[in-house]
T-cell receptor
Framework: DTEVTQTPKHLVMGMTNKKSLKCEQH?????MYWYKQKAKKPPELMFV???????INESVPSRFSPECPNSSLLNLHLHALQPEDSALYLC?????????????FGSGTRLTVV | KNEVEQSPQNLTAQEGEFITINCSYS?????LHWLQQHPGGGIVSLFM???GKKKHGRLIATINIQEKHSSLHITASHPRDSAVYIC????????????FGTGTRLTIIP
């Protein structure tokens, strides 16, 4: 298995909703990443997990809450989002943060906040 | 901070043409990634380069560490190659943040 699987592919949520994005990989990668990508822009790093521990938080608002329950799974919990949070959310994984071999992106979740 | 520049920003070519996309960066790196993104889609990692040249099918990536420059070539281009191609650099092993270029939008006309 050489994929990073993200679910759901599309999500529409209201500003008062609570939802979660899920990311899964079974490549034995110990580094996992969340990115946010607005249209026609490069991805922006949000969070990095290394060996299931949060190692980087790029000053992301607290309405985004990451969780790494085990080495294969990464979640992004969403609460009280704003319309400007609408974007493509990408998950990625790599061998380790210090050796970024096998850097693999998921196909993303397209989030619309209404 | 590493500045990553790609050229051209947009490229339209006829099917079958040889395509070259360039990436330059300002600070020494440990590795460079070439990524592909189809419209509305996720990102596919094409290559990770530390030196020299790599080939996969019709895609060839080269890097010149001294000149801080990399190129992505597509031979016998096909409409399905139409996508945004992004280069991203790893400043140092151990640094956890890639720096992305702004991408090259490639359109191949049948």
């Amino acid at each position: 298995d050489t994929e990073v699987t993200q679910t759901p592919k599309h999500l529409v949520m209201g500003m008062t909703n609570k939802k979660s994005l899920k990311c899964e990989q079974h490549m034995g990668h110990r580094a996992m990443y969340w990115y946010k990508q607005k249209a026609k822009k490069p991805p922006e790093l949000m969070f990095v997990y290394s060996y299931e521990k949060l190692s980087i938080n790029e000053s992301v608002p607290s309405r985004f809450s990451p969780e790494c329950p085990n080495s294969s799974l990464l979640n992004l919990h969403l609460h009280a989002l704003q319309p400007e949070d609408s974007a493509l959310y990408l998950c990625a994984s790599s061998h380790r943060t210090g050796q970024r071999y096998g850097y693999t992106f998921g196909s993303g979740t397209r989030l619309t906040v209404v | 901070k590493n500045e990553v520049e790609q050229s051209p920003q947009n490229l339209t070519a006829q099917e079958g043409e040889f395509i070259t996309i360039n990436c330059s960066y300002s600070v020494g790196i440990s590795a460079l990634h070439w990524l592909q993104q189809h419209p509305g889609g996720g990102i596919v990692s094409l290559f990770m380069l530390s030196s020299g040249k790599k080939k996969h099918g019709r895609l060839i990536a080269t890097i010149n560490i001294q000149e801080k420059h990399s190129s992505l070539h597509i031979t016998a281009s096909h409409p399905r190659d139409s996508a945004v191609y992004i280069c991203a650099v790893d400043p140092h092993f151990g640094n956890e943040k890639l720096t992305f270029g702004t991408g090259t939008r490639l359109t191949i006309i049948p």
